[in-house]
């Protein structure tokens, strides 16, 4: 039987991507499609090729229903909050991901560096300072920002991309405080603490944790009760980790707190009614960028290249 296999993501310029799928069957490419468009194609499918950035489609009920055939799911990504897996797993569906995949994902540092470029991005005001300039504008009083040498960093999750983050810092000369309970810093130039020293005594916040029910909407109004009013609270994990509610209120009364992230709630089906995005067009505490953490020349290639290579297996071994 010839694998049919619907890839709803751009791959087109990651060499070697479209080769490998190709090697496994027939492959449509939709790059980016609405739940319409697949749903009008995938009854005869019997694999999904995703990934959550840029994406429009969360692979749920409707869709999983309507894939008569539908084997698997593989996502070219971490995080897999795009895809009701619970579902996929009633229905008999495989989901693939890099998620435990380590290493391969250890070779990938892009959105850990992202988050280091947006809190310096935050600290020295870099965007509104370029706005001044293309105003016509040149005068540094208003964008004096903070030497990292003198800041202390919070560092919450010590993972993967934690652990970068964290040592870019340290780099840097920064203090750096590192929360996470499941696991142990071995680096002594890091300090492990609570959660509530973290939230007291950090300039800088940095997010780098996975959404489970544990961790969903967990910065709420009492992590920001407990942090600096000049906080910069950087997030490049997933913003349903945060309740941004309670985020907008506390930048509005905080002007001097800013945002710096990589990622909203609902990103996938609601960006368009977002609340964040909509207090963000205003405000001049706030940045934001479209998911684009991993999402390098580099990182790209390494994900989706074995992201590929895990359907071709999984298929292969269906055969």
Request: proline share 3%.
């Amino acid at each position: 039987m010839t694998s049919k296999i619907l890839v709803i993501t751009p791959v087109h310029h990651i060499q070697g991507v479209s080769e490998i799928l190709e090697s496994i069957g027939q492959v449509t490419y939709l790059d980016n499609p609405m739940p319409e468009d697949v749903l009008n194609l995938i009854s005869n499918q019997h694999a999904i090729f995703t990934n959550p950035n840029k994406s429009n489609v969360f692979i749920g009920r409707a869709i999983i229903d309507a894939g008569h055939d539908l084997k698997v799911i593989c996502t070219a990504s971490t995080g897999t909050n795009h895809i009701d897996k619970a579902y996929a797993a009633k229905q008999g569906v495989a989901v693939l991901s890099l998620t435990e995949e380590r290493d391969v994902i250890n070779e990938i540092s892009s959105t850990a560096e992202h988050a280091f470029a947006l809190m310096l991005a935050a600290l020295r005001h870099i965007p509104q300072a370029f706005d001044s300039v293309k105003r016509g504008e040149w005068d540094y009083t208003p964008f004096i920002g903070r030497q990292l040498d003198y800041l202390t960093i919070g560092v919450v999750g010590y993972g993967r991309l934690g652990t970068y983050f964290a040592r870019y810092a340290r780099a840097f000369g920064s203090r750096v405080l590192v929360y996470d309970p499941y696991v142990t810093v071995e680096d002594e130039s890091m300090i492990q603490t609570d959660l509530d020293q973290l939230l007291t005594e950090s300039d800088v916040i940095s997010l780098h944790v996975h959404v489970t029910p544990e961790t969903t909407g967990m910065v709420d109004q009492t992590w920001f009760s407990r942090m600096k009013p000049s906080v910069v609270l950087v997030n490049t994990a997933r913003g349903e980790v945060i309740n941004e509610s309670d985020l907008t209120a506390f930048l509005k009364e905080h002007p001097d707190a800013r945002l710096a992230a990589d990622v909203i709630s609902g990103e996938v089906s609601a960006k368009g009614s977002s609340s964040l995005i909509e207090y963000a067009r205003t405000a001049s505490n706030v940045i934001l960028t479209p998911h684009i953490g991993g999402m390098t020349v580099e990182g790209q290639q390494i994900a989706y290249t074995h992201a590929a290579r895990l359907l071709h297996r999984f298929l292969m071994e269906q055969q």
